[in-house]
T-cell receptor, first 116, second 114 residues
């Protein structure tokens, strides 16, 4: 069975602070994919990044960076110099192999509030 | 290219009423899924389909029915709505051969059962 845990239910920061959102996952599969989605107040789900289980390189995209560590089953997301527009709910998700029904398992989400 | 289209965006039902949430995609994706989002619980899989004529249950299927007569459409039916089905519903799709790209999501349907 798959499980994704986002232990931080809510995080509040002041603009320009750095913030890290934690994600820990469980799976028995050796091939899997990890995702981060952003859900702004408007409600839609916005895809941010995907990572496959064979690629442990960290990635940086502008103010966003992701740290994938198989040894600790973690896929953490850092926002540098946060902005008010970053306020949203962020979801970490795990997609397993084809033969397992292709299920996308989500974490509980972290509500990030960036105050001016 | 419209992507994944969900209708309606908002709906209020009375307990016991039935309704169908519509989902359509124009990307020729084989895989389609329905999720519900509840506070503090993330998104949970209700039903999914790997192709026309094939459906299966997800994590929380009770109270919902689905069918997949065409590749494009994957409606979700509530036969007798209950207050516990108050939630935000998302439809998602992906191409079978493109596992790495994950799913494309619709904009959601906010359902309230009173």
């Amino acid at each position: 069975a798959q499980k994704v845990t986002q232990a931080q239910t809510e995080i509040s920061v002041v603009e320009k602070e750095d913030v890290t959102l934690d994600c820990v996952y469980e799976t028995r599969d050796t091939t899997y994919y990890l995702f981060w989605y952003k859900q702004p107040p408007s409600g839609e789900l916005v895809f941010l990044i995907r990572r496959n289980s064979f690629d442990e390189q960290n990635e940086i995209s502008g103010r966003y960076s992701w740290n994938f560590q198989k040894s600790t089953s973690s896929f953490n997301f850092t926002i540098t110099a946060s902005q008010v527009v970053d306020s949203a709910v962020y979801f970490c998700a795990l997609l397993n192999r084809e033969t397992s029904g292709s299920r996308l398992t989500f974490g509980e989400g972290t509500q990030l509030t960036v105050n001016p | 290219n419209a992507g994944v289209t969900q209708t309606p965006k908002f709906q209020v039902l009375k307990t016991g009423q039935s309704m169908t949430l519509q989902c359509a995609q124009d990307m020729n994706h084989e895989y389609m899924s329905w999720y519900r989002q509840d506070p503090g619980m993330g998104l949970r899989l209700i039903h999914y389909s790997v192709g026309a004529g094939i459906t299966d249950q997800g994590e929380v299927p009770n109270g919902y029915n689905v069918s997949r007569s065409t590749t494009e459409d994957f409606p979700l039916r509530l036969l007798s709505a209950a207050p516990s089905q108050t939630s935000v519903y998302f439809c998602a799709s992906r191409r079978r051969a493109q596992l790495t790209y994950g799913y494309t999501f619709g904009s959601g349907t906010r359902l309230t059962v009173v």
